[in-house]
């Protein structure tokens, strides 16, 4: 899965946890979670929703390497890459 | 014997309700807790529940009627009763003239209806009501989004109210959430997303349970007396997007596993954002409990819901210097508040269910 | 504004009658017992002592002859208020009202006018037995030339007296005889009103009753007691019987699609005859079901009060009317 691809279905759950929102003019090293205003609850769906759609695994421990766009896309694409290499 | 199914008061400031859409049609089966009609209130488009079992019979108020509260909005022939004589056939004829011009107007086939009116007559209303009826239901998506002045309204309306009415008093503790965030880690740790618990679980969990113990400051104030409510229903306050919060209820939920508990949060939540909250979740609330979640304040001051008389405020989880034995570390901490109504309790109760709360949250594996 | 006092619709009726005295002198009053009697219902208890036998003059029992002299003193310019005591004995005057005091202004090319107005009390309720508790005011609603008023309400029995003797041609006033004792408040600035114009006394959206005179209060209890059942019922007082104000009538009917109409008269070519064929005319397309009536058994009214109060229209009655209207057993 390429990087843009990533990038987009990150995009696209973020929307949809938080309809309305704009994340495709985020900046990349901003704190997600203050630009978009996603609480707690909003964070989980969007969690689920990745781990859902990109068959990975994202465990508790991990969700600060999701604090920017910049790094999710980074974190996500080494999750896949693992998961791939795996089989 | 018939029953009617009126429009109920979703709070103490609801004079009126616009019915926006019926989900059954005359002639359905309904069971007591099936969502009926949809009603637009300054909360947003409430699901209303019916609470007898039965059979829809007539439909009084054809939708984008708005109706005071307590207006009969349809009649519901309750289960094992004996059936009415069956609806008399369209042969029977009667139409009166403003139905029957209304019909010619709007397309409506005449002998399809069942009359309402003198000697089953075909009356205006009934014309009315199939035109409304012929209406695609609207998708949920698609229902009136909210007015966020009225609900600015509500809102300012209910917070004056316990301003004036209510002497709050306020107080405030902080809790170690060490243990707790300990066994939050470590359950999630097994556990796909979907299936992981959020601290708010735990907290409205502990605030129920305890309450148990503290029967003055669950339950409603009203017409000078105040009356305990056996049952412990947890208003959560969810803030909307675009501004405003409602509280509906998580009934039982002292009773409720913490599982069941997060599930009944997430669906919550989800449909509070969806705006399909449904009317018996906004009608009996008997406490609310406000979780300010991890990005929010240190503390919350909350403001009581007329005609609740207690509300339980959690602050957002931070590391703090905590003292323990000897030592000061760093800790996981979360400041409890509690606005307390003075007309039924003091404040030396309300600092023992604060108390309450924070020994229950050292042992979240029992919650 | 100010707050007004409370008092009796005769005692309305009497101030009204001392108004005109006092502010035309060509205004006087006669009739059977008006003077040294007071008046058959007290309406002029007192007002010989206070204006003299010029205003206030007693006639023999001739309804014919004094109702005939009251139309002679309006044509040679006088403002006479001629009491009738009720309307069964001003069947003895018919002949005077109906070919002389309606017709003259037609039969002279306009020369001659009647400025006349007659006053007689109606309906039952008093165990008066059936020669003195008819209501034949329908009947007078029939006849062109003259207009026909019912005073309902206390600031109705005040102000349209003056409104009447205004009026060129001759006006016939009902004052139903169980609204003499009748209380209520006179603003402190009531004075004369209208006579063209019926007044919707409740407002409603479900049915429209129409009352006027003895059955207005009867209609507002009726709907009280609708009101307790969820239907929101609409009262129109007509207060002028002829003309009358159908486009009042007509407009509420539109919004409610239902009429009720409460008539102390017999049903048989009553006047609820006529405002069900005007609504039939003007407002069928609005209708939700057949126009309700209310009206007195045909019987001549029975002397026992249980027989009375039975052959009349009773709250009971025109409630269960309005229901049947919507379709409520």
């Known amino acids: 899965m390429s990087p843009d691809a990533i990038r987009a279905v990150l995009i696209e759950e973020i929307r949809r946890a938080v309809p309305g929102s704009t994340p495709e003019a985020l900046p990349d090293d901003r704190p997600i979670r203050d630009e978009v205003d996603i609480d707690s609850m909003d964070f989980l769906s969007l969690v689920t929703a990745l781990h859902q759609r990109l068959g990975i695994p994202i465990p508790e421990a991990d969700y600060g390497r999701l604090d920017t766009l910049g790094h999710a896309e980074a974190y996500l694409a080494a999750q896949v890459a693992a998961k791939t290499g795996e089989r | 014997m018939s029953g009617e199914f009126r429009m109920p008061s979703l709070g103490a400031d609801m004079a009126a309700g616009k019915l926006v859409e019926w989900l059954k049609r005359p002639g359905d089966a309904v069971r007591r807790g099936d969502v009926v009609a949809v009603v637009e209130t300054q909360k947003g488009a409430i699901e209303v529940e019916i609470f007898t ?12 009627t708005t109706v005071p509260v307590g207006t009969p909005l349809a009649l519901v022939r309750e289960e094992g009763a004996p059936a009415e004589p069956a609806p008399r056939p369209p042969a029977a004829g009667k139409v009166s003239p403003a139905a029957r011009r209304l019909a010619t107007r709007a397309g409506i086939d005449l ?22 009826l012929r209406e695609k ?11 966020f002045d009225a609900m600015r309204q509500a809102i300012a309306a209910a917070m004056a109210r316990s301003k004036r009415e209510i002497p709050h008093y306020y107080l405030a503790s902080d809790i170690d959430f ?27 969990k502990a605030g129920a349970l305890a309450l148990r113990k503290f029967p003055d400051m669950n339950g409603f104030f009203s017409e000078g007396a105040f009356r305990p409510s056996a049952a412990i229903h947890a208003g959560f306050a969810v803030a ?128 | 504004m100010s707050a007004g006092t409370e008092i009796t619709y005769r005692e309305a009726v009497r101030q009204a009658i001392c108004d005109a005295i006092a502010r035309d002198g060509r205004v006087f009053l006669m009739g059977e017992d008006v003077g040294r009697y007071g008046g058959c219902y007290a309406v002029s208890k007192g007002l010989l002592d206070e204006y003299g036998p010029e205003r206030i003059r007693d006639t023999p029992l001739s309804e014919s002859a004094f109702v005939g002299a009251g139309i002679g003193a309006a044509i040679a310019g006088m403002r006479p208020i001629v009491e009738v005591m009720t309307v069964n004995f001003s069947l003895l005057a018919l002949d005077q009202i109906v070919n002389n005091a309606a017709t003259l202004r037609h039969m002279s090319g306009g ?17 008066l037995a059936a020669q ?60 004369p009103v209208p006579i063209d114009k019926a007044a919707v006394r409740r407002e409603g959206g479900d049915v429209t009753i129409v009352a006027y005179g003895g059955t207005l209060a009867k209609a507002l209890a009726a709907a009280e007691d609708l009101a307790g059942d969820g239907v929101s019922a609409e009262v129109i007082d007509l207060r002028t019987l002829r003309p009358l104000d159908d486009s009042t009538i007509l407009a509420s009917v539109a919004k409610t699609r239902r009429a009720v109409i409460a008539d102390e008269g017999w049903r048989t070519g009553s006047l609820a005859a006529e405002i069900s064929a005007r609504i039939m ?44 209207a919507l379709g409520r057993p």
Not at chain 2, 53 to 64: F, I, K
Not at chain 3, 141 to 170: N, Y
Request: glycine share 10%; proline share 9%.
């Open chain 2, 53 to 64: 079992s039965g059979t829809l019979e007539r439909l009084l108020v054809a939708p984008g």
């Open chain 2, 111 to 132: 002998s399809a209806l069942a009359g309402s009116g003198p000697g089953g007559a075909v009356v205006a209303a009934d014309v009315e009501m199939a035109v409304a």
């Open chain 2, 137 to 147: 239901p609207a998708p949920a998506a698609a229902r009136p989004g909210l007015d």
């Open chain 2, 178 to 204: 060490g243990p707790a965030r300990a066994w939050l880690s470590a359950v999630n740790r097994d556990r796909p997303p979907e299936r992981r618990l959020l601290a708010s679980a735990l907290l409205v």
């Open chain 2, 240 to 367: 909307i997007r675009g501004g405003g919060l409602i509280a509906p209820a998580i009934h039982d939920a002292d009773g409720m596993g913490i599982d069941a508990l997060m599930d009944a949060l997430r669906d919550l939540v989800a449909r509070v954002r969806a705006g399909t909250v449904r009317s018996s979740e906004l009608a009996d609330p008997t406490v609310t409990v406000t979780s300010l979640g991890e990005r929010g304040a240190d503390s919350a001051f909350p403001i009581i819901y007329p005609p609740q008389v207690a509300i339980v405020g959690f602050g957002r989880e931070s590391l703090r210097p905590w003292v323990s034995g000897n030592v000061v570390a760093p800790c996981p901490v979360v400041t409890a508040t509690l606005g307390a109504d003075h007309r039924v309790s003091d404040g030396h109760r309300g600092g023992l269910l604060l108390a309450e709360i924070a020994q229950l949250l050292q042992h979240p594996e029992t919650l």
């Open chain 3, 111 to 127: 020369q001659v006018g009647v400025p006349l107005v007659i006053r007689m009390a109606t309906g039952a309720g008093r165990q």
């Open chain 3, 132 to 191: 003195h508790s008819h209501s034949f005011e329908g009947w007078y609603a029939g006849v062109p030339g003259i207009k026909v008023l019912a005073p309902a309400t206390i600031e109705d029995a005040r102000g349209m007296l003056w409104t009447a003797l205004e009026d060129p041609d001759p006006v016939i006033l009902f004052e139903h005889v169980m609204l003499y004792n009748a209380s209520g408040i006179l603003p402190a600035d009531a004075g």
């Open chain 3, 281 to 324: 005319e003007g407002a069928f397309w609005n209708l939700d079901a057949p126009v309700a009536r209310v009206c007195s058994a045909e019987v001549p009214i029975p002397y026992p009060r249980h027989l009375e109060e039975a052959a009349l229209p009773q709250p009971a009655a025109i409630a269960a009317a309005a229901r049947a």
